[in-house]
């Protein structure tokens, strides 16, 4: 596989449910991150890990866990979620640091309803 | 605060034309980066083009450019010739070099009649 796979596709939860992101690069990029994707808003970063190390959290509800246990990795734990938590989560990696251009490469997303 | 503003919620062109997409952001840094990013009804965002802030050649790829006004602190985006295929949300994003984080617009959807 090549590029940016995010798994699975479209999840439904309970709001008492606990599920999981997967998000796996395969571009030998040093950075991961989740957005989130809102009908009509701009993307919303929520994470972004550089060389396995968390370096943004913007204020994401403590419902919402990542993950990230190797630079080609990235998991989004949910646990408690609410309705307004639905909304499509986007997973991207770049390369950061003198020779990256920081160009953003995109999954296809998790379509995630909470019921 | 830095914030880009896209003001097109939606436009729409004929097949074959040429159709404008603007954006302006507000920054008091001096070197940055601005992108266009497509995003078709399958999801996957992808990169269309990119400038970066200290170069005044306008960036071009293919029947994509850009008219990078600085001191206005406009970024629109020209597709030429526009195609089936380019029909999508189109988003302006903004970062500065020394960040990782992109400031996003909230997106133009772009319509293509055949």
């Known amino acids: 596989e090549t590029g940016v796979t995010q798994t699975p596709r479209h999840l439904v939860m309970g709001m008492t449910n606990k599920k999981s992101l997967k998000c796996e690069q395969h571009?030998?990029?040093?950075?991961m991150y989740w957005y989130k994707q809102s009908a009509k808003k701009p993307l919303e970063l929520m994470f972004v890990?550089?060389?396995?190390?968390?370096?943004e959290n913007n204020s994401v509800p403590s419902r919402f866990s990542p993950e990230c246990p190797n630079s080609s990795h990235l998991f989004l734990h949910l646990h408690t979620l609410q309705p307004e938590d639905s909304a499509l989560y986007l997973c991207?990696?770049?390369?950061?640091?003198?020779?990256?251009?920081?160009?953003?490469?995109f999954g296809e997303g998790s379509r995630l309803t909470v019921l | 605060a830095q914030t880009v503003t896209q003001s097109q919620p939606e436009m729409s062109v004929q097949e074959a034309e040429t159709v404008t997409l603007s954006c302006t952001y507000d920054?008091?840094?001096?070197?940055?980066?601005l992108f266009w990013y497509k995003q078709p009804p399958s999801r996957q965002m992808i990169l269309v083009i990119r400038?970066?802030?200290?170069k005044q050649q306008n960036a071009t790829e293919n029947r994509f450019s850009v008219n990078f006004q600085k001191a206005a602190k406009s970024f629109s985006l020209k597709i030429s010739d526009s195609q089936l295929g380019d029909a999508a949300m189109y988003f302006c994003?903004?970062?500065?070099?020394?960040?990782?984080?992109?400031?996003w617009g909230a997106g133009t959807k772009l319509i293509i009649k055949p």
């Open positions: 890990y550089n060389f396995k190390e968390q370096t």
């Open positions: 994003a903004y970062r500065v070099d020394s960040n990782y984080q992109l400031i």
């Open positions: 920054t008091s840094e001096s070197d940055y980066y």
């Open positions: 571009l030998g990029h040093n950075a």
């Open positions: 400038q970066e802030a200290y």
């Open positions: 991207a990696s770049s390369h950061v640091g003198l020779a990256g251009t920081g160009e953003l490469f």
